[in-house]
């Protein structure tokens, strides 16, 4: 069966106006089927990631979180009185309020992120909690050039990226974000990123495909936005979850698998499916220490400190741009 989408007849909706229209069209389209991975954090998507962050195989969250209590101090101590602290994909912004503790004497706090309930949400639980810090929200894309006020732009700037967000991104794409965040945080920034550590298949796996299965319906979710807001006819019930790991390239893969031969109708067009084909939804490459300088350092950041568990499953790191 051809891989390439059939047309479908009917004319293509209203739906192919919308900006992820052309980006799930292309990767449905392609010989392996994807969809991006921004796609799982709608509301309903935001909601299962912070369930999944609570799970007992999870050990991300709960590991960067200790590491970050723990580097706090030292963090603070580096950190300049009226600096600006952005957040790249700040989500709930739980961490954050490790750091906002250790950081009384910032300037602002700027989160962004492409959930708007999850901006809106943290942003009023921090000014409940922090009532002096100013807050200032940004809905989007964390690619997308850093404006800030004019009355902070001339402020030292503390990028955040915790999660191991970083790992969602193919080595070479990672570098690129390093690059770019290098360039919206000016000379003389600082950049605090977790980093997953690469280690034994089973911890990762289970990681990423827990026993009650909320990874599964995280995954699956990514569906059920598409049919809600491009008319697509996917049967949720028709795929399952599924956790690969490739050693070769230090990732995990999430895909959603196909459990019969069917053809998925979207604008317009049909995209067939056999049996065991899968979409592929998301990378999660994991470093060693040192393969992570390595690409921070070609992104032109000096790697100053860096904080690990005593199982060395998670890293944070300390990233300069000198002045």
Same mark, same amino acid.
Request: one cysteine or more; glycine letters at 8%.
């Given at each position: 069966? #051809? ?19 052309? $980006? ?37 969250? !709960? ?19 009226? @600096?600006?602290?952005? /957040? ?13 503790? @250790? ?13 708007? #309930? ?6 009023? !639980? ?9 807050? $200032? ?5 964390? &690619? ?5 006020? =004019? #009355? ?13 967000? $970083?790992?969602?991104? =193919? ?8 690059? %770019? ?11 605090? *990123? ?7 298949? &089973? *911890? ?11 990874? =599964?319906?995280?995954?699956?979710? $990514? ?5 809600? /807001? ?8 028709? +795929?399952? %979850? ?21 053809? *998925? ?13 899968? *979409? %592929? ?10 393969? +992570? ?20 499953? +998670?890293?944070? %790191? ?6």
């Amino acid at each position: 069966m #051809s891989q390439i989408a059939e047309k479908k007849l009917g004319g293509v909706q209203d739906a192919a106006t919308s900006p992820i229209a052309q $980006i799930v069209l292309d990767g449905l389209s392609r010989p392996q089927k994807s969809l991006p991975s921004f796609l799982f954090y709608d509301a309903r998507g935001s909601d299962l990631f912070e369930e999944i962050t609570r799970l007992p195989e999870y050990y991300p969250t !709960r590991t960067e979180a200790a590491i970050l209590a723990e580097a706090a101090p030292a963090i603070a101590a580096h950190t300049p009185p009226g @600096a600006v602290l952005v /957040e790249y994909g700040s989500g709930s912004s739980r961490k954050t309020e490790i750091l906002l503790d @250790a950081l009384p004497n910032l300037a602002a706090y700027a989160p962004i992120d492409v959930s708007q #309930s999850a901006l809106a949400e943290a942003s009023a !639980r921090l000014g409940r909690r922090f009532p002096t810090l100013r807050v $200032i929200p940004t809905l989007g894309d964390f &690619s997308a050039p850093l404006i800030l006020p =004019a #009355s902070l732009s001339r402020r030292p700037r503390t990028g955040f990226f915790p999660g191991s967000t $970083i790992g969602n991104f =193919a080595p070479a794409d990672a570098a690129a974000l390093l690059t %770019h965040m290098a360039q919206g945080l000016g000379d003389g920034g600082r950049l605090i *990123i977790g980093v997953d550590l690469l280690k034994d298949v &089973s *911890i990762l796996i289970p990681a990423y495909d827990d026993a009650a299965g909320v990874t =599964a319906a995280f995954n699956l979710n $990514i569906l059920a936005r598409l049919n809600r /807001e491009l008319g697509a006819d996917f049967d949720l019930q028709s +795929f399952r %979850h599924e956790a690969r790991f490739y050693a070769a390239e230090s990732r995990i893969e999430m895909h959603l698998v196909s459990r019969r031969r069917q053809k *998925i109708g979207l604008l317009g067009c049909l995209f067939p499916l056999e049996a065991g084909e899968s *979409i %592929h939804t998301e990378n999660s490459y994991k470093y060693s220490i040192a393969q +992570f300088q390595a690409l921070a350092e070609l992104a032109g950041w000096s790697c100053r400190r860096v904080w690990t568990d005593d199982g060395d499953l +998670f890293s944070v %790191h300390e990233l300069d741009r000198g002045i």
